[in-house]
């Protein structure tokens, strides 16, 4: 979701889209990206180009990102941070043809997903914790907020299972947002009990997370360069391998409805597709460093990209996933 001031890293209140192998897309209401309940259309190949939104400008007057990309009742909504200190975060919403407004003005959040109950999941940096958001009220309830003793470095991006097991990455990119952190940058499991324990401690800075749309692969990408595949066998992810090697700057993911991974590559200013067996089918490029991608509008097949100052669009045939 977010990296150092040159860059920021995470999606919708997801009830898990799960496609079974034959392609249908199982989402509550408040998460559906899409009105259809079966997978269709071809997934891009080749170069594209995804536009920017003209609607959507910086709010800020310092340097920031936006990041976090969740479609959900109807309307894209994103997070909006500035590099000033405490890296302040507000989440913006915007409705397509519509206006650009500010839900929640002092949110202190990077990634964003969305819950089986229709609610916002946050990373939030501001807490050090990964966070629950009311829109209708702004009110904030704490999902984790410490692991053995001590809070997070900086969540940064979620994924969220058909079951409401929570799995999040935490880099230290906005670390220096409040007090304390972890020893090691980690990839961490938050149990429907509540119960948060570290999946991998041994990656430097985990950014982009997501869930296969069968729920039993868990996939992360982080500095060393790999989208790393780890296996979820009864519900607990085990020993990765690296799916996708060479990914530059590696920011947020997700997939459509195919399965095929989308990797935000910031620098670079592209994301990137990918087959779920790691093969190389698309690349799309934008004008700026890029952070998120999520999957929304009224068919679910129009692709939002964030990142420095700008939101771009790109309509495609497939659909794919809210965050």
């Known amino acids: 979701m977010s990296l150092s001031p040159r860059r920021a890293p995470r999606r919708i209140p997801l009830v898990r889209l799960m496609l079974a192998a034959s392609v249908a897309a199982i989402l509550s209401p408040a998460v559906l ?7 269709s259309g071809k997934a891009p190949s080749g170069e594209l180009k995804a536009e920017r939104i003209a609607a959507i400008t910086p709010s800020r007057g310092e340097p920031g990102l936006y990041e976090g990309a969740v479609w959900m009742n109807g309307a894209l909504y994103f997070s909006d941070f500035s590099f000033s200190q405490g890296f302040p975060s507000r989440v913006r919403k915007y409705t397509p043809g519509g206006d650009v407004t500010t839900a929640i003005e002092d949110a202190g959040s990077n990634g964003l997903a969305v819950d089986t109950a229709g609610k916002l999941v946050a990373a939030t940096h501001k807490y050090k914790a990964l966070s629950r958001y009311d ?7 704490s999902v984790a907020s410490q692991f053995q003793g001590q809070v997070f470095n900086s969540p940064n991006d979620i994924a969220i299972a058909a079951d409401g097991t929570i799995y999040f990455t935490d880099p230290d990119y906005q670390k220096a947002a409040a007090p304390g952190g972890q020893p090691v940058t980690g990839i961490y499991r938050v149990g429907a009990d509540g119960a948060v324990t570290l999946v991998d401690g041994s990656r430097k800075n985990p950014n982009g997370i997501a869930l296969s749309l069968d729920g039993k692969t868990l996939y992360v990408n982080a500095s060393d360069g790999a989208v790393r595949a780890y296996p979820i066998k009864n519900g607990v992810p085990q020993a990765g391998r690296d799916l996708i090697k060479g990914i530059e700057n590696g920011d947020g993911m997700t997939l459509d409805c195919h399965g095929n991974l989308y990797v935000t590559e910031h620098a670079p200013k592209r994301v990137r597709v990918f087959s779920p067996q790691g093969r190389e089918l698309a690349t799309i490029r934008v004008d700026a460093n890029v952070t998120n991608v999520a999957f929304g509008g009224t068919d679910g097949k129009t692709l939002y990209i964030t990142g420095a100052g700008a939101v ?12």
């Open 135 to 141: 829109l209708a009220d702004g009110k904030r309830t």
């Open 33 to 39: 990206a899409a009105p259809a309940a079966s997978c």
């Open 312 to 323: 771009w669009q790109l309509p495609l045939e497939v659909t794919g996933l809210p965050y």
